[in-house]
């Protein structure tokens, strides 16, 4: 496979961890990047059959119109899980038949799972996913 060539911007506190835990920081970057795809992957395996299809579609919903971001990483679902639940009073009627049972099982992932979960749920609006209920399918156990 070809190498591509990217060239993020560090802040410098990460430039330094880069440099003193991997000699250099292109070196470090470089097992990072490389290590985060196996790594996601393997957290959304680890992930399967943890959460009920409902639930998936309300982490997805509650994604939509989120935006990532480095310094926030695993910390916005929870939050937006809770919005979720304060907008759909029963009044109004939830779309998703999901309790409150959700935002705990949220918050006793770690904050790398739930930074993966964030972006795949995130990942269902950047691609042209025109079926929830197909792209829920990978995490939900058969």
């Known amino acids: 496979m070809t190498s591509k060539a ?3 911007k ?3 506190d990460v430039y330094n961890f880069l440099t003193a ?6 070196t470090g970057a470089n097992f990072v990047l490389n290590a985060f795809k196996p790594l996601y992957h393997q957290t959304l395996a680890a992930l399967k059959g943890r959460f009920t299809r409902e639930e998936l579609h309300v982490i997805i919903f509650s994604m939509n119109g989120s ?14 899980i809770n919005v979720y639940f ?3 009073d029963s009044a109004k ?5 999901v309790d409150g049972n959700l935002l ?10 739930r930074a993966c979960l964030e972006i795949w749920a995130r990942n269902y609006y950047s691609e042209t996913n025109e ?3 197909g792209y829920v399918d990978a995490l939900v156990e058969s």
């Open 86 to 88: 304060m907008d759909f």
């Open 6 to 8: 990217v060239t993020p």
């Open 67 to 80: 935006t990532l971001a480095p310094q926030s990483v695993g910390r916005c679902l929870a939050g937006n």
């Open 131 to 133: 079926n929830p209920n």
């Open 21 to 26: 835990t991997f000699g250099r920081p292109n």
């Open 10 to 12: 560090l802040p410098e």
């Open 93 to 97: 009627g939830k779309p998703y038949d």
């Open 104 to 113: 705990t099982t949220i918050k006793r992932l770690t904050l790398f799972e």
